[in-house]
């Protein structure tokens, strides 16, 4: 059984930057890829970013492209969300997830989720 655990959240000011991380552990994720998502109160679970099992594409929703990148490491077996130009609306719990089968984007499809770290954005 796959466990996941985020790190590197907290409380930053608009336009810093910060270094999401999570690892796995209790089995390896190198054959899965990998997302992040955020959950704001009031909101439906957002996907953020995307990772195919061997980092070799990406994929990024339209309000984070160009701001963030997401990042593998399978020998570690870890996975990373380097967010940039932070933004007040970027506020949410990031959650990391091992993708199972289908739509990369869809939720649904992610099986493993860890608990998740608050980022706060200031303005």
Request: net charge neutral; proline share 2%; glycine share 12%.
């Amino acid at each position: 059984q796959v466990q996941l655990v985020e790190s590197g959240g907290g409380l930053v000011q608009a336009g810093d930057s910060l270094n999401l991380s999570c690892a796995a552990s209790g089995g390896t994720i190198s054959n899965r890829a990998m997302g992040w998502f955020r959950l704001t109160p009031g909101k439906e679970r957002e996907f953020v970013a995307a990772v195919s099992w061997n980092g070799g594409s990406t994929y990024y929703a339209d309000s984070v492209k160009g701001r963030f990148t997401i990042s593998r490491d399978n020998a570690k077996n870890t996975v990373h969300l380097q967010m940039n130009s932070l933004k007040p609306e970027d506020t949410a719990v990031y959650y990391c997830a091992a993708h199972v089968s289908g739509w990369l984007m869809v939720t649904a499809t992610y099986g493993y989720w860890g608990q998740g770290t608050q980022v706060t954005v200031s303005s």
